[in-house]
């Protein structure tokens, strides 16, 4: 299995805008749009915190009742034509995904999975915007989310081809970009990924609304924009969580020159993060959930850009 690897996305293809938003903004491993920006900076800029028990004067959980939105699922074939993953796999990981969003009772169903037996999509490398354009392209249903599982993911980071694990497109005005693409069976980044396609950042996000401070008193308007997620640094990087799922407040690689030092926030304060959230950095095995405010967030998302999905 393909050890996870997440590469900040600096910059996009300039695809057609029949296919793509041209409006994409720095993110990890998502393109962004100003749509979800946008959204945010609004919500933020009215005080209109919290949120996400009402909508029109519609609680969210009871709207989305009996809401199932469909998913096409394609499977990559290697270069002799057998498939790299099974239909199994990918229908296990939907049941998993439904028991993960019960309490908000929306709920996701496969409506055809579809073999990829052209090789050249096996590989994305999205250097080449003619690649992913294509396979959008020949392989995409309308009106449902589109389930890439491919061989490799590729970008071209300032002239290193590095491989990356998943590609998600979050919310956006267009009805043409609902995809995720998935270079693993890990069932933590097939989380991961839907947290990002329903509108979640990471719990360490600082680069768009400024680093949340582990009081948390700026919560609403600050990292992550959710305050049931305790303030956390880039975890993956200072490998702070061991594959026993504990996590060490200071930097453990000796090549480091701040080795030993303690991780702290801007203001001194020693971090405190989860170690079992879907939209940390922490090894698969120990994500097992959304926060309930990261729940009521995608529900919220659902709400105001993807009803028109079936």
Not at 54 to 72: F, M
Not at 140 to 160: A, C, H
Not at 236 to 253: F, Q
Request: hydrophobic residues 40%; negative net charge; proline residues 4%.
């Amino acid at each position: 299995m393909r050890i996870r690897t997440y590469i900040t996305v600096f910059y996009f293809c300039l695809f057609s805008a029949t296919a793509f938003s041209q409006s994409l903004f720095t993110e990890f491993d998502v393109l962004a749009t100003e749509a979800l920006k946008s959204f945010d900076s609004y919500k933020i800029a009215s005080g209109n915190v919290p949120e996400f028990k009402e909508v029109n004067g519609v609680r969210v959980y009871d709207y989305l009742v009996g809401r199932q939105l469909e998913v096409t699922a394609y499977i990559a074939a290697d270069s002799v034509g057998e498939l790299l993953y099974s239909e199994e796999l990918v229908y296990a990981m939907l049941e998993a995904l439904n028991k993960t969003f019960e309490k908000t009772y929306l709920s996701f169903t496969i409506c055809n999975v579809v073999p990829i037996y052209d090789f050249s999509y096996a590989n994305i490398n999205t250097a080449d915007c003619s690649n992913l354009e294509f396979l959008l392209k020949d392989y995409y249903m309308p009106n449902t989310i589109n389930l890439y599982f491919l061989k490799s993911i590729q970008r071209d980071v300032e002239g290193d081809i590095k491989q990356v694990s998943n590609l998600v497109m979050q919310p956006d005005t267009l009805k043409d970009n609902d995809f995720i693409l998935l270079a693993d069976s890990d069932y933590h980044l097939f989380a991961h990924s839907f947290g990002h396609f329903l509108g979640l950042y990471h719990c360490h996000e600082s680069a768009l609304w400024g680093t949340e401070v582990v009081p948390r008193t700026a919560c609403f308007t600050s990292g992550d924009l959710i305050c049931d997620t305790p303030a956390e640094p880039f975890l993956e990087d200072y490998g702070l969580v061991s594959a026993d799922c504990e996590y060490s407040s200071m930097k453990l690689n000796k090549k480091d020159p701040n080795y030993k030092k303690m991780i702290k926030d801007e203001d001194g304060n020693i971090y405190v993060p989860s170690v079992t959230n879907f939209m940390s950095f922490v090894p698969g095995e120990c994500a097992i959930l959304y926060s309930p405010e990261q729940l009521y967030r995608m529900a919220k998302v659902y709400y105001e850009f993807y009803t028109y999905l079936k």
